[in-house]
C-alpha cells in the first residue's frame, strides 16, 4: 500500500526550504556559550538586536502579570483595540505620519512572515510574481511562495546602482520578460531600510520606483521593519522617510496601492514573540481582507495583553530606542574599523543589524585546500562560484564557528558575499570576528 501523494504546492514547498534552517539546525547541535560553550558557532548571521536583551528582560520581567480568564479565551485575531492603539502611536510618535494613523488602519498577525504571506493571498493569484530588488530578504521565496503560490521574483542589480534611479531599466525589463512569456507581475516589493544593504532608499529612488509601480498598475508593499534602527543621521546619507510622511505620496502612485509592513522583531528585539503588523490607511477593503485572514495569524491573548502594556510605557519604548541605536552605531564602527585594517570589502550602512561584505579569496582558496579540492598550481585560477560559496559557508559555520548567511540565499549577483549581524554582544562580536578572519588568512 501507498500514501496518496502530497498537493502539488506542498511537493514545491520541499524543495524550497531556506538554507537558514539548516544553518539553525548546526546552531541547535553547537551553540556557542560564554562559559559552557565557548568553542560552539557564534550566530553572527539572524538579524535579531540582542545587544539590547538586558533592557528588555529588566522590563518585561517588571510588568509581566498573572494570568488572568480572558487570558484562556479567544482574543480578536487582528489586534486588540489597545494593542492596535499602541501600535499607531508608534507611527505617529516615529513615522512623521502626515495623517494620523489609527488603529483601524492596523491588522497584528504573528509576526511579518503571517503578513507577506497574507499580502500574497491577497495581492496575488497562484503565479502572479512580485518584484523585489536583490539583494534581498532571504525569506521572501518561502513567504510569498510556499502556500500562496506568489513567484518572489528578484531583480538582480549591479552593487552601485543598488540605491539608484538607474535601477529601473532592470524592472522594466524583468517585467517585460515576464509578460513576454505569458506571465504576470502584481507587486513591488520593497525594503527601506534594505536588508541586507542596511541603507534606506532616498527619495528619488523610491519616487521613481512609485512611478514605474503606477505605470503598470503594481500594488507596493513597503517593508519598514528596521525602521526605528536607522543609527546614522548624517546630512551625507539618505534618511529614512516612512512613506506615512510623505505628503505629496499621491502625486506619484494612488496610495490605496501601497501596504506598509512593520513589527516587534528587528527595531524592539523581540524576535520570540511573533508579533508584526501590516496597515494601508488608504485602502479600506484590503484591510478588511487582511482581517478576514487573521486567524491564521494568531497570537495567545496573553502576549496582546504583554505587549500593550509594553509599548503603553512610551518614555521607557523611547529610551529603549535610543540606546539601541547607540549601541547599533558604536558595533558597526567597531567592525567598519576591523573590515578596513583587514582590507575586506563591504558596503557602508546606516540601519539595521548587519552588513554586507565580500570575504577575500583566500576564505574561498584555504578551504579548498582543507577538502583536498585544490592544488598548489590551480591557486591563481579559484573564483568565487555558487559551490565555492557554499562550501566557504559550511566551512565557516562549522569549522571556524561563525555563522553568516551566504550571498545566494540573498540572490546576490556575484558570489563570495556575506551578511553579518553585528547586533550581538561585542565580547561576542570581538570572538567572531577573530574567527572569521582566521578562515581568510591566505596559508602557505
Not at 9 to 27: D, R, S
Not at 151 to 171: G, H, N, R
Not at 209 to 216: D, G, N, T, V
Request: glycine fraction near 4%; aromatic fraction near 10%; charge should be negative.
Amino acid at each position: 500500500m501507498t500514501a496518496p501523494e502530497l498537493s502539488v504546492g506542498a511537493q514545491a514547498a520541499t524543495t524550497k526550504l531556506p538554507l537558514v534552517f539548516k544553518a539553525l539546525g548546526w546552531l541547535t547541535e553547537n551553540p556557542y556559550d560564554k562559559k559552557s560553550n565557548p568553542s560552539g558557532i557564534i550566530n553572527a548571521g539572524i538579524a535579531a538586536n540582542s545587544m539590547i536583551k538586558s533592557y528588555l528582560l529588566d522590563r518585561l520581567n517588571s510588568i509581566s502579570e498573572k494570568l488572568i480568564p480572558s487570558d484562556l479565551e479567544y482574543n480578536i485575531p487582528y489586534g486588540s483595540p489597545q494593542l492596535r492603539g499602541e501600535i499607531a502611536a508608534i507611527f505617529n510618535r516615529h513615522f512623521n505620519a502626515v495623517e494620523p494613523v489609527s488603529e483601524e488602519d492596523i491588522t497584528v498577525t504573528n509576526g511579518c512572515t503571517t503578513a507577506i504571506e497574507m499580502l500574497s493571498f491577497a495581492l496575488c493569484n497562484p503565479g502572479d510574481h512580485v518584484l523585489i530588488p536583490a539583494p534581498c530578504y532571504l525569506a521572501l521565496e518561502s513567504d510569498m511562495g510556499s502556500r500562496a503560490q506568489a513567484v518572489a521574483t528578484p531583480v538582480k542589480l549591479p552593487l552601485e546602482e543598488s540605491m539608484s534611479v538607474d535601477q529601473i531599466s532592470y524592472f522594466e525589463n524583468t517585467l517585460s520578460d515576464i509578460e513576454a512569456s505569458g506571465g504576470k507581475v502584481k507587486v513591488l516589493f520593497l525594503m527601506s531600510p534594505h536588508n541586507p544593504l542596511g541603507a534606506s532608499y532616498p527619495r528619488k529612488v523610491l519616487q521613481a520606483f512609485f512611478k514605474f509601480a503606477s505605470k503598470h498598475n503594481l500594488y507596493v508593499v513597503m517593508d519598514e521593519i528596521y525602521a526605528l534602527s536607522v543609527f546614522d543621521h548624517n546630512d551625507s546619507v539618505a534618511p529614512f522617510e516612512s512613506v506615512l510622511s510623505w505628503a505629496d505620496l499621491d502625486s506619484y502612485i494612488d496610495p490605496a496601492s501601497v501596504v506598509i509592513l512593520h513589527g516587534l522583531s528587528k527595531d524592539f528585539g523581540l524576535n520570540g514573540f511573533r508579533m508584526g503588523w501590516a496597515l494601508s490607511p488608504w485602502n479600506k477593503d484590503l484591510t478588511n481582507v487582511l482581517r478576514c485572514y487573521s486567524a491564521f495569524g494568531y497570537r495567545p491573548a496573553y502576549t496582546d495583553r504583554l505587549i500593550t502594556k509594553f509599548l503603553a510605557d512610551r518614555e521607557y519604548i523611547d529610551s529603549m530606542l535610543q540606546i539601541s541605536q547607540s549601541m547599533l552605531a558604536s558595533n558597526y564602527k567597531f567592525v567598519a574599523e576591523f573590515l578596513d585594517q583587514h582590507a575586506i570589502r563591504y558596503i557602508p550602512c546606516t540601519a539595521g543589524h548587519f552588513i554586507w561584505l565580500q570575504l577575500p579569496i583566500s576564505a574561498c582558496i584555504n578551504t579548498l585546500k582543507k577538502q583536498d579540492r585544490l592544488g598548489d598550481k590551480d591557486v591563481a585560477d579559484v573564483k568565487w562560484t555558487a559551490e565555492n560559496e557554499m562550501l566557504v559557508w559550511e566551512d565557516i559555520t562549522r569549522n571556524h564557528c561563525v555563522y553568516i548567511p551566504p550571498g545566494q540565499s540573498f540572490f546576490s549577483v556575484e558570489y563570495g558575499w556575506f551578511r553579518l549581524s553585528f547586533s550581538i554582544d561585542k565580547d561576542d562580536l570581538v570572538i567572531a570576528l577573530d574567527r572569521l578572519i582566521k578562515a581568510c588568512i591566505a596559508s602557505d
